[in-house]
């Protein structure tokens, strides 16, 4: 069992390191963005993230006439 934990530890904490060197290396040392507005090409394309989309159509319903 003990051999079993110590073997996942060697094999996990190098693993760990390697992923997040930029993170834990670097000057910049932050976390990529993963929200959709932060993405450039999605931006050119319309795309939004759900809460955006949800104000924009929220605002849209508000300023509408009511017959």
């Known amino acids: 069992m003990l051999k079993a ?5 060697i094999i996990l904490i190098p693993a760990i ?3 997040g060197y930029r993170v834990f290396f670097t ?5 990529p963005s993963l929200h959709v507005d932060s993405n450039a090409a ?3 394309k319309g ?3 759900v809460q ?9 319903k508000t300023n509408q ?3």
Do not use: N, P, W, Y
């Not at 934990?5 to 530890?9: D, I, P, R, V």
């Not at 000057?27 to 976390?31: A, C, D, E, L, T």
């Not at 955006?52 to 849209?60: I, L, M």
């Open 47 to 49: 795309i939004h993230c």
């Open 42 to 44: 999605l931006r050119e």
């Open 27 to 31: 000057q910049k040392g932050k976390f």
């Open 17 to 19: 390191l390697l992923m």
């Open 5 to 9: 934990f110590l073997l996942s530890l």
């Open 65 to 67: 006439i009511k017959a």
């Open 52 to 60: 955006t989309q949800d104000r924009e159509a929220r605002k849209q």
